[in-house]
Nanobody, 124 residues
Framework: QVQLVESGGGLVQAGGSLRLSCAASGRTVSIYVLSWFRQVPGKEREFVTGISWNGRSTLYADSVKGRFTISRDNAKNTVYLQMNSLKVEDTAVYYC?????????????????WGQGTQVTVSS
């Protein structure tokens, strides 16, 4: 089992920045792909970004490229999401997810573990 706990969400003005963290515990998390998804009410969960177990491979949704950066510290079992130049449309609940595979994928059904989510609200 893997437990994931997100933190760092909050309210920020458009153009501002936030840094989300996801602390993992349980099985050897360092071998997992770790990704961030987001969801707004009435819509499907959307892939934001993901990172391979060794940090050498990352994938970003087009909507966040150039603004968001994912990173991980396997010594701390933590993955981070640095969000800059935030837009109102980035408002969502952000979820951390883990996948016991080597490839970052965008399909939420292919992830094995999920955190409880953290709310990010961007005001205009």
């Amino acid at each position: 089992q893997v437990q994931l706990v997100e933190s760092g969400g909050g309210l920020v003005q458009a153009g501002g920045s936030l840094r989300l963290s996801c602390a993992a515990s349980g099985r050897t998390v360092s071998i997992y792909v770790l990704s961030w998804f987001r969801q707004v009410p009435g819509k499907e969960r959307e892939f934001v970004t993901g990172i391979s177990w060794n940090g050498r491979s990352t994938l970003y949704a087009d909507s966040v490229k150039g603004r968001f950066t994912i990173s991980r510290d396997n010594a701390k079992n933590t993955v981070y999401l640095q969000m800059n130049s935030l837009k109102v449309e980035d408002t969502a609940v952000y979820y951390c997810a883990a996948r016991l595979r080597t490839t970052v994928v965008t399909t939420p059904q292919l992830y094995d573990y999920w955190g409880q989510g953290t709310q990010v609200t961007v005001s205009s």
